[in-house]
């Protein structure tokens, strides 16, 4: 048990040089990684696409077959998703979008998926600046500070949640719950 812990904490170490650095050396098989919500009562759903959304479950709930867990590259502080055709239950015809959060002056909170590269870039949000501390994906601003906002909607879906960024309220009443995105898979699936 002990000697597990041990390797977990390496294996973690590694996984931020390799988000810090932006070198593919020292992460998962091909450079590729998952994001994994963890919270309160949430430990490590993993990040999925649904309709260029972001989610977080058991995407087999949901009525989708272009619904896949998501597999990450970062390309510097851009975070390029692709299907994970293993996970899936359809065939996914989505490929290499970039992983956005909405800009500080979007009414959306939504967090999501988009074709569009920074050159043709949709001015609500933002695809750039996202970086790994310690394992735990945050935003760095144009003003160079870092933020971790993510928080997750439950949804009519059992077991899936809708991901946000930058909660206005921190009234419970709706339902969210601030969340860390990590790119350490949990001991157990979620
Ligand atoms: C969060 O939203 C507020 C407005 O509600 C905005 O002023 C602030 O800049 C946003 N923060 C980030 C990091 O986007």
């Known amino acids: 048990m002990l000697a597990r812990q041990g390797l977990?904490?390496?294996?973690?170490?590694?996984?931020?040089l390799a988000g810090v650095l932006g070198t593919r050396a020292t992460a998962p098989a091909g450079g590729?990684?998952?994001?994994?919500?963890?919270?309160?009562?949430?430990?490590?759903?993993?990040v999925f696409y649904s309709n260029d959304m972001a989610f977080i479950g058991d995407q087999t709930q949901i009525d989708d077959e272009e619904a896949a867990s998501v597999l990450f590259t970062a390309a510097n502080d851009v975070f390029i998703g692709n299907p994970d055709m293993q996970s899936?239950?359809?065939?996914?015809s989505w490929s290499n979008k970039a992983f956005f959060i909405p800009t500080s002056t979007s009414a959306s909170h939504r967090v999501g998926f988009t074709s569009k590269t920074a050159g043709d870039g949709d001015?609500?949000?933002?695809?750039s600046g996202f970086i790994f501390y310690e394992g735990t994906a945050?935003?760095?601003?144009?003003?160079?500070?870092?933020?971790?906002?993510?928080?997750?909607?439950?949804?009519?879906?059992?077991?899936?949640?809708s991901v946000h960024w930058n909660a206005t309220t921190s009234s419970k009443a709706d339902g969210h719950l601030l969340v860390k995105l990590r790119n350490v898979p949990p001991a157990r699936p979620f």
Do not use: C, E, M
């Not at 144009?142 to 879906?157: E, F, I, M």
């Open 8 to 16: 977990l904490a390496i294996f973690g170490a590694r996984l931020v």
């Open 32 to 46: 590729q990684f998952g994001l994994y919500a963890y919270g309160d009562g949430i430990s490590g759903a993993q």
């Open 138 to 161: 945050l935003h760095q601003s144009a003003d160079n500070t870092l933020h971790g906002l993510w928080y997750v909607l439950p949804t009519p879906s059992k077991r899936v949640w």
């Open 88 to 92: 899936s239950r359809g065939f996914p």
């Open 123 to 127: 001015a609500d949000v933002d695809t």
